[in-house]
């Protein structure tokens, strides 16, 4: 069995940063495509970021420039350096993983962008 254990999430004014974890525990081979999501009151979940296990990411238009996916392999981990955030970036935010031969999400970590 595979859990993807989330943390780091917070309130936070605007113009502030704030940086997430994301460890996978138990049964793994191997982790292909490590992702972050988010989903706001009332809107669907929508992508944020992807990462290879290359190191090749990319990018929601709306978080470029602000945002790094990052991970590290040894620690099965992957992060998000969320900065400069905008009270539009209020969300649950979900850690993705491919991890053969599933897909698995983590429980969610709310962030808060508030004044």
């Known amino acids: 069995q595979v859990q993807l254990v989330e943390s780091g999430g917070g309130l936070v004014q605007p113009g502030g940063s704030l940086r997430l974890s994301c460890a996978a525990s138990g049964s793994i081979f191997t982790i292909y495509v490590m992702a972050w999501y988010r989903q706001a009151p009332g809107k669907q979940r929508e992508l944020v970021a992807t990462?290879?296990?290359?190191?090749?990411?990319n990018y929601a238009d709306s978080v470029k420039g602000r945002f790094t996916i990052s991970r590290d392999n040894g620690k099965n981990s992957v992060y998000l350096q969320m900065n400069s955030l905008k009270p539009e970036d209020t969300a649950i935010y979900y850690c993705?993983?491919?991890?053969?031969?599933?897909?698995?999400w983590g429980q969610g970590t709310q962030v808060t962008v508030s004044s």
């Open positions: 990462i290879t296990g290359g190191g090749i990411a």
């Open positions: 993705n993983a491919d991890i053969y031969p599933s897909v698995y």
